[in-house]
């Protein structure tokens, strides 16, 4: 739950008695409930009128996308991450026996150019 063990989940317990009391805790807990299923509600809210205000177009439109964090997963790491998984077919080593695609070329020589390219 939210990331906390076992001690941490009894230390808040044994602050929250000590806090509200044995008499109060229930009172304290019903109240934080509500506040929880209020907050949901209004954040489930404002998540449908922005949806429905941006149109159909943005209908996969996840307001955690607008985290940092996420967006650069999203936006950069995964194409980076694409790019880096698939070689082009310029770099893979050719067949053994086949001609090779270019020659090197010998020292001060110069590369083809060609002048209606440019």
Known sequence: MFGLG??????L???ALLVFGPDKLPQAASQAGKTLRNLRRMATSARDDLRAGL??????????DLNPKNFVRKHLLEDAEEAWNSTPA???PAPVGASEPYSELGYGELPPYDSEAT
């Open 55 to 64: 149109g159909p177009e943005f209908s996969d439109f996840d307001p955690a």
């Open 6 to 11: 076992w001690m941490e989940v009894g230390a």
């Open 13 to 15: 317990v044994v602050i």
């Open 90 to 92: 310029a770099l893979e």
